[in-house]
């Protein structure tokens, strides 16, 4: 199993001035570890589950990048894009920015938005929950279409583009990945089935009732299952003094025993990057061998 690090608040004890350095340090540090991907939310304002929306916050493929320039190895992505924050000819040539600027390693993480609050307050398109997922239907095939380097033009109920051209083409082989987030069973996990390479559930008590709905979308659109990556979010607390280590160990091991290739997750406190010590000496190699 992989470890994927999710980075969600920027508010750390240093602030703005060190933010920078701080962010570096911790990208560089997972990518070390050995954690397989790094995230971050796509959002303007700090979400009320973290904190205050005042608390910083960093728009996501800027950060991105900067977090591209300090790692090697890790897979960079959303968790996740909201379709309506980028129209989609303009989100496609950013994840494929990102992606041949980090030598391949960019994922497409995307899914229909829900803060109404940071939206209405800056500006951005918020429609209807109905029209999101019908936005976000167009989105991954326009996406996908880009990617693949088909310039056709799209014309759809919501977005009409002339020339899907996108050059260079992402490097990412065999075609840059995607990630539908979200667990809605009747819109989310249908969309996952037909179009995407991955998903990112909650590991709550009804995540395998939420795989098994994905199975039943699968064969009923004719995709394998077993394609589809199936990712987690994780918390990845130590405790005070790592005496947490087994307990995640065991619950990784657990959600890899239901078909879970990657935990991915938020670290408290991430700034503090002695605590990459312990996943490179003992949880990476313990996931690794599930």
């Known amino acids: 199993m992989k470890l994927g690090l999710h980075i969600s608040n920027f508010t750390w004890p240093e602030g703005a001035p060190r933010l920078g350095p701080v962010l570096a340090d911790i990208a560089s540090s997972a990518d070390e570890a050995g954690f397989e991907r790094i995230s971050v939310m796509d959002h303007l304002w700090q979400i009320g589950v973290i904190g205050p929306p005042e608390w910083d916050m960093l728009e996501a493929y800027t950060a991105l990048g900067f977090v591209a320039a300090h790692t090697k190895n890790a897979k960079l992505l959303t968790l996740v894009t909201g379709v309506v924050y980028r129209d989609p000819g303009l989100l496609a040539k950013a994840v494929t920015t990102l992606d041949v600027l980090s030598g391949g390693r960019a994922i497409l993480g995307i899914g229909a938005a829900w803060n109404e609050e940071e939206s209405r307050g800056l500006g951005l398109l918020f429609p209807p929950t109905k029209e999101r997922f019908e936005r976000l239907e167009e989105a991954l095939k326009i996406c996908k279409q880009m990617f693949a380097g088909d310039e ?110 990657v935990g991915h997750g938020g670290l408290r406190n991430a700034w503090d990057t002695k605590q990459f010590e312990v996943f490179a000496k003992e949880i990476v190699p313990a996931a690794e061998s599930f």
């Open 152 to 261: 056709t033009a799209f014309h759809g109920t919501h977005y009409q583009l002339d020339r899907l051209l996108n050059h260079p083409l992402p490097l990412a082989r065999p075609h840059l990945p995607i990630l539908v987030g979200g667990g809605g069973e009747k819109k989310t996990l249908r969309l996952v089935a037909q179009y995407a390479d991955a998903c990112n559930l909650f590991p709550g008590p009804e995540v395998q009732h939420k795989l098994d709905v994905l199975k039943r979308h699968c064969d009923e659109v004719g995709r394998d299952y077993d394609e589809i990556q199936k990712t987690v979010l994780f918390n990845f607390d130590l405790g005070e003094k790592g005496e947490r280590v087994g307990e995640i160990v065991e619950g990784l091991r657990r959600l890899h025993a239901m078909g879970f290739e």
